[in-house]
């Protein structure tokens, strides 16, 4: 009896973690899917940590905090801008904040808190962050 409750509790277990698997997200698999080099991965888990509350998941300025915030956070998944703005250009307002390049004061500067290497990783990331033509 206690072996046949132990294999019962195995399988259950067991089911419970390939039912766990089977419904995660499709964007999140996806996502996994394609691999990133190192320097894309630490930008992005730096961009999550320190960016994506404003400037959301994909970069569309749509973070969770951008509703309370006029003027709401830059779009950067947008292909014009990518086109616009050099990486210099983005590390200079992620490093100075958006006063010290003559935008939005909302923008917290970024300087004293990422380092240099952090700051470009994250530029990384934002270039993966445009929309592709359908």
């Given at each position: 009896m206690k072996r046949s409750f132990m294999m019962a509790m195995a399988l259950i277990s067991m089911a419970g973690c390939s039912k766990k698997a089977r419904?995660?997200?499709?964007?999140?698999?996806?996502a996994e899917a394609a691999p990133l080099s190192y320097e894309l991965r630490l930008g992005r888990e730096t961009y999550r940590h320190y960016c994506m509350i404003c400037h959301g998941e994909g970069g569309a300025?749509?973070?969770?905090?951008?509703?309370?915030?006029?003027?709401?956070?830059?779009?950067?998944?947008?292909?014009?801008?990518?086109k616009k703005k050099t990486d210099a250009e983005l590390a200079d307002a992620i490093r100075r904040g958006g006063a010290g390049v003559g935008l939005s004061a909302l923008m917290p500067p970024w300087g004293h808190t990422l380092s240099d290497a952090q700051i470009s990783q994250v530029v990384?990331?934002?270039?993966t962050l445009e929309h592709k033509p359908e």
């Open positions: 419904e995660a997200p499709p964007a999140a698999v996806a300025g749509d973070g969770f905090n951008a509703f309370n915030l006029d003027p709401h956070p830059r779009d950067y998944s947008d292909p014009a801008f990518q990384l990331y934002i270039r």
